[in-house]
Every structure is written in structure tokens, then in C-alpha cells.
């Protein structure tokens, strides 16, 4: 008996720890929303404060600007000498109206003169933009002007391009490629530039001996081998069409046991092309 007792207190005791609990819970909600209400209360409060503020500026402002208006009216006297002189301030003041109204005209003369101008400026300046855009595309036209390769010796081809195919060397002793054309010449015969250019390099290449390789731009390059001499250009120099760079020579390892020509090749992007296709 005494444990039911016991246990029925506790659960008493319990429910009204829990009950507190939820109280404090509750009424600590209730301060802060109180709080927080009476917060945005005085924000109110004062926002109110500070249109009113504004208001009362408002009115001021206005109080003095029609003060200000009044001061600059006519006195009394003014206005009883003004019924006598009734026919007199009608004439001036048409006059006045028509001074504002030619003043009015003026100005809008001037405003339209202005738009005018500016108008015609801006006409200008999009035909001057319009003229640079087509003088621009015509200098480009210009630069990207499609080259036409011509033959850098007179004589026969004694050997014929042979990417896909082989062709026999004398010299090797063998079947080979051949990447480019051999022109038949003799010794010290002038070598011109099958197209204008720049002058990219001259050297000694180990199988086709004295070489002269001419940049002609958009990816096209002509190289002139087997050559003798090469003092009519320096690297870096701007040749023209038909301009004399060398001489025909024997100084190709790879072709030494051939008759003497000049190799000539072709190359687009770095890719051998058969000259026959372009020379004319």
C-alpha cells in the first residue's frame, strides 16, 4: 500500500515538474514574442515620426515658395495705378508675350538645328565605319590574293613526284619516294621564285645539299634544292616573282649520280604537294 502511495506521488510530482516546465516554456515564447512586437512597435513609431517630419518640410517648403511668389507681386499703389494704365500693360504685355513667344521659337529653332547636327554626325560616322569595314575587306581580299606558282627553270622534268607511288634512284640504287620534281639544267643556271615571298631559310641539308625554302604565306612553302650557290638572298629577305635566288647545281647526296637539276617542291601546311598541279 505504502508502495502505491510512493509511486502515485512521484507520478504526481512528475506531471507537475513536466507542467512547470511547459509554463516556463511557454511564457519564455509569450516575453519574446511581446518583445519583439513592442520592438517593431516603436520602429513604427518612429517611421511615423519621420514621415510626419517630412510633412511638415513639405509644407513649410511650400508655405515659402508661395510667400516668395506674393513678394514678387505688385504693391497696392501699383495696382491703382494699374486701372488707369489698363490699355498701356495689355500692349506691353502682348509685347511681352511675343518677346517669350520669339525667344520660345528661338529656342526650339536651335533644339531642332542641334537634333539636326546631331543626326548628321551620327550619319557621318556610321558611313565612315561603314567605309573603314569595306576598305578593311578589301585590304584583306588583297593580302589573301591566290597564288600562282611559276616553273623556277626552263627544262624538262627528268623525275616526277612520287608520294603514292616509286620511282627508281640511280644514285641509291632503289626503289623511292619522290616528294617533289626534278627539273633538268645545267650547271650555273639562274633559279628564279616560282611565287613572292620571304626568304625562310638556306641551308645544307644533308640529302638534298644547298637549299633555299621560300614562305609565300596561308601555309604554302617552295623549296629549291641541289642548288650550286644561293648569294642572291639572305634569310628573312622579301623576294618577288621571277626574283633570282641561286644557281642549279650537283650538291644532292641523294641524287648525285643524276644528270644536274634543281629539285623543286611544294608544300601546303607541312604536306608535300605534287607541283605539277600548281605550276602554270
Given at each position: ?38 520592438k517593431n ?39 491703382k495705378n ?81 608520294k603514292d ?116
Amino acid at each position: 500500500m505504502r508502495r502505491d502511495n510512493r509511486k502515485h506521488e512521484k507520478n504526481v510530482s512528475d506531471k507537475i515538474i513536466m507542467y512547470s516546465m511547459i509554463g516556463g516554456v511557454a511564457l519564455t515564447v509569450i516575453l519574446i514574442g511581446l518583445l519583439m512586437y513592442s520592438k517593431n512597435l516603436r520602429d513604427d513609431v518612429k517611421q511615423g515620426t519621420i514621415d510626419l517630419g517630412d510633412m511638415a518640410n513639405i509644407t513649410n517648403n511650400t508655405e515659402n515658395t508661395e510667400s516668395a511668389s506674393t513678394e514678387m507681386g505688385k504693391s497696392v499703389e501699383e495696382a491703382k495705378n494699374e486701372i488707369n494704365t489698363t490699355n498701356s500693360t495689355n500692349s506691353s504685355n502682348t509685347d511681352k508675350q511675343s518677346n517669350t513667344s520669339n525667344t520660345t521659337n528661338k529656342i526650339a529653332i536651335n533644339t531642332s538645328n542641334i537634333t539636326n547636327t546631331n543626326k548628321t554626325t551620327s550619319s557621318n560616322s556610321n558611313v565612315n565605319a561603314q567605309s573603314k569595314q569595306t576598305n578593311a575587306k578589301a585590304e584583306a581580299t588583297e593580302t589573301k590574293k591566290e597564288l600562282s606558282f611559276s616553273m623556277p627553270v626552263d627544262g624538262e622534268i627528268s623525275k616526277d613526284f612520287a608520294k603514292d607511288s616509286l620511282v627508281y634512284s640511280e644514285t641509291l640504287k632503289e626503289w623511292v619516294t619522290h616528294m617533289g620534281i626534278d627539273i633538268k639544267a645545267e650547271k650555273t643556271t639562274v633559279v628564279k621564285a616560282a611565287e613572292s615571298g620571304t626568304i625562310k631559310s638556306i641551308k645544307n641539308d644533308p640529302r638534298y645539299g644547298l637549299t633555299v625554302v621560300i614562305d609565300h604565306g596561308d601555309g604554302y612553302q617552295t623549296i629549291y634544292a641541289n642548288l650550286l650557290t644561293s648569294e642572291f638572298v639572305v634569310e628573312g629577305e622579301n623576294v618577288e616573282k621571277g626574283q633570282s635566288i641561286g644557281t642549279v647545281g650537283n650538291t644532292a647526296v641523294f641524287e648525285v649520280a643524276d644528270e644536274p637539276h634543281l629539285h623543286f617542291e611544294i608544300l601546303k601546311e607541312s604536306i608535300p604537294q605534287d607541283p605539277n598541279s600548281y605550276l602554270k
